[in-house]
């Protein structure tokens, strides 16, 4: 069965107080997408280059060197009403040198959070966190996903809200003091990304006490990507990672719809997953006229994909070319 690939997690990890970077997040989802409810082991191998096929970003060694140290490094607070705990993931990453191999030894104390679910835990799609780039939005969507079948999340105290993303310490120091700053730069970028790359469609509502702001409630409703039509892939044709067959068919009839045809560049981007998910909501903005004055139809995708520089520069990191 070709579905989105499911994750599982505790909503004690998914409620947890930590930050971590766009990357360092893309990396944790990979590693929980790996985890197997039967399986028990802490270590886990991740292939870079399906991370890559997986976002359409090349990755620099010295990059990720980086971030595993600083994810390495940095902990993880939960709380429940009986205790507080500060766990760190990771026993050791070590990198496989000439195979794109990075191994993750997950410490035991967290294996709980990975294993243990039961009936508490938090379901979203690698997929779509993967497509999210605001390190908000992915934080936002894991929460937004507990309360999915809700249609609304618990009223969360602002401050408490604010810990859980990284947005203010234990000593009261914020990275975004006024309210205005949390909307522009965080509550509505995310909520953007979140209609626009996700099956969720949010909200949310700030809610006032007095003349401060004290709560935040959003609002967690389904959507379809866009519209899409079942065909069958060429005979012997694979989906990437976490799509199913009718979305990379779509996205190849578009392609041959806007005269891309290079057999290389049409694998390239039906390779990935982030690629086909991009021609999906592109096909889908052709059809409500959001492209109507494009010079150049083909020329717009491929800048978006980041397979072609725009005038003023790169987009974001090139697509892996296989």
């Not at 410490?107 to 690698?126: A, C, I």
């Not at 979140?194 to 003349?211: A, D, P």
């Not at 935040?216 to 199913?244: N, R």
Request: one cysteine or more; hydrophobic letters at 40%.
């Amino acid at each position: 069965m070709n579905q989105e690939l499911e994750i599982r997690q505790h909503n004690a990890l998914t409620n947890a107080r930590y930050e971590y970077t766009e990357l360092q997040l893309d990396l944790f989802f990979f590693i929980i997408s790996k985890l197997r409810k039967d399986e028990k082991d802490t270590i886990y191998q991740l292939d870079i280059r399906e991370l890559s096929s997986l976002t359409g970003k090349r990755y620099n060694g010295a990059y990720l060197h980086k971030a595993t140290a600083d994810m390495g490094s940095r902990m993880l607070e939960v709380e429940d009403a009986k205790e507080y705990r500060q766990i760190w993931m990771f026993q050791q990453i070590r990198y496989i040198k000439g195979e794109g191999i990075i191994e993750f030894d997950l410490t035991k104390y967290v294996l709980p959070y990975l294993f243990q679910l039961k009936n508490n835990f938090t379901s979203y799609e690698l997929a779509a966190a993967l497509r999210l780039t605001s390190k908000y939005a992915k934080r936002i969507y894991q929460i937004c996903s507990q309360w999915k079948d809700l249609g609304e999340t618990k009223k969360y105290d602002l401050q408490d809200f604010k810990k859980m993303l990284g947005l203010l310490d234990e000593k009261g120091n914020e990275k975004m003091e006024r309210i205005s700053q949390l909307r522009e730069k965080v509550l509505d970028v995310a909520v953007k990304q979140i209609n626009e790359h996700t099956e969720l469609n949010v909200s949310y509502t700030l809610e006032k006490r007095g003349k401060t702001f004290k709560n935040i409630t959003f609002t967690v409703k389904p959507q379809a990507l866009a519209e899409t039509i079942p065909f069958d892939l060429e005979p012997g044709a694979v989906s990437p990672a976490g799509l199913a067959p009718h979305q990379v068919e779509n996205a190849r009839r578009l392609l041959t719809q806007l005269s891309i045809t290079t057999p290389e560049l049409v694998a390239t981007i039906l390779a990935s997953a982030a690629h086909v998910a991009a021609c999906n909501k592109f096909a889908h903005d052709l059809k409500t006229g959001k492209h109507a004055k494009a010079h150049s139809l083909s020329g717009l995708l491929l800048t978006i994909l980041g397979l072609k520089k725009p005038a003023n520069g790169p987009l974001f990191d090139a697509a892996t070319k296989k």
